[in-house]
C-alpha cells in the first residue's frame, strides 16, 4: 500500500457520460498529480495542484478539469466521454510542490471503460 | 523541453541472465533521472533515481544505473534476472528547475523465462 488511495478502481461507462474520479494523497503530502497512461499513448502528465492551487498542465483535454480540496483530496472529472478516454488514471503525490528531484508515490490507478 | 527514449517495448531474457533496459534522455538543463517499474495491476514505484553526485546509482532489488552524460543515456541494468522482475520498466525525466511533471518514456515490459 503506497498511501495514495484511488477510487473508483474501475468504472464503465458510455459514451457522451461524466465521471469523477478521487484520489487521497499520501498523509503530509501537498501536491497532487494526475496521469493518463492508455496502449497508445503511454503515461501522459494531466494536471498537478499544490495544496489546492493549479500547479502546472499538461496534455489535459478541456472536458476534463480537476480540483484540490482543502483536506487536500483532488478530483479528476471527465465530461462529455469518448471511446479514446477509455485509459488507466493514475494519482500520484509528493510533500512539495516544485522540485525536480521529488519522487512520485503513486496510487494504485483508477481504471475507466467507456462503452 | 525534456523527452525519454526507451528503446525497445518488449525485452526477453532468461532467469539468471542479465538484464539490460536503455535509456536515453534529452534535456536542455541537467536533469533529475529516475526508473520506474509497474507489477501487474499496480501503480507506479520507484526502483532509482539520479540528482547529482556519483553517476552509478543503485536501486532496490538488485537494480542499478549509470548516468552518462556523453551519451545521454541512462540505462537500467540487474547482474541476473529472477522470475520477480517481469514488470514494466519506465525511465522518467525530470530537472532542476522543477517546473516541469516527470516526463515519462513509453516504457518497457520486461519478461523473464525459467
Known amino acids: 500500500d503506497s498511501g495514495v488511495t484511488q477510487t473508483p478502481k474501475h468504472l464503465i461507462t458510455a459514451t457522451g457520460q461524466r465521471v469523477t474520479l478521487r484520489c487521497s494523497p499520501r498523509?503530509?503530502?501537498?501536491?497532487v498529480y494526475w496521469y493518463q497512461q492508455s496502449l497508445d499513448q503511454g503515461l501522459q502528465f494531466l494536471i498537478q495542484?499544490?495544496?489546492?492551487?493549479?500547479?502546472a498542465k499538461g496534455n489535459i483535454l478541456e472536458r476534463f478539469s480537476a480540483q484540490q480540496f482543502p483536506d487536500l483530496h483532488s478530483e479528476l472529472n471527465l465530461s462529455s466521454l469518448e471511446l479514446g478516454d477509455s485509459a488507466l488514471y493514475f494519482c500520484?503525490?509528493?510533500?512539495?510542490?516544485?522540485?525536480?528531484?521529488?519522487?512520485?508515490?503513486f496510487g494504485a490507478g483508477s481504471r475507466l471503460t467507456v462503452l | 523541453a525534456q523527452s525519454v527514449t526507451q528503446l525497445g517495448s518488449h525485452v526477453s531474457v532468461s532467469e539468471g541472465a542479465l538484464v539490460l533496459l536503455r535509456c536515453n534522455y534529452s534535456?536542455?538543463?541537467?536533469?533529475?533521472l529516475f526508473w520506474y517499474v509497474q507489477y501487474p495491476n499496480q501503480g507506479l514505484q520507484l526502483l532509482l533515481k539520479?540528482?547529482?553526485?556519483?553517476?552509478l546509482v543503485k536501486g532496490i532489488n538488485g537494480f542499478e544505473a549509470e548516468f552518462k552524460k556523453s551519451e545521454t543515456s541512462f540505462h537500467l541494468t540487474k547482474p541476473s534476472a529472477h522470475m520477480s522482475d517481469a514488470a514494466e520498466y519506465f525511465c522518467?525525466?525530470?530537472?532542476?528547475?522543477?517546473?516541469?511533471?516527470?516526463?515519462f518514456g513509453s516504457g518497457t515490459r520486461l519478461q523473464v523465462q525459467p
Open positions: 534535456s536542455s538543463v541537467p536533469p533529475y
Open positions: 539520479y540528482t547529482t553526485g556519483a553517476t
Open positions: 522518467a525525466v525530470s530537472d532542476q528547475t522543477g517546473r516541469r511533471a516527470l516526463t
Open positions: 498523509s503530509g503530502d501537498l501536491s
Open positions: 500520484a503525490s509528493t510533500p512539495q510542490g516544485a522540485g525536480g528531484a521529488n519522487v512520485l508515490t
Open positions: 495542484y499544490y495544496n489546492g492551487e493549479e500547479r
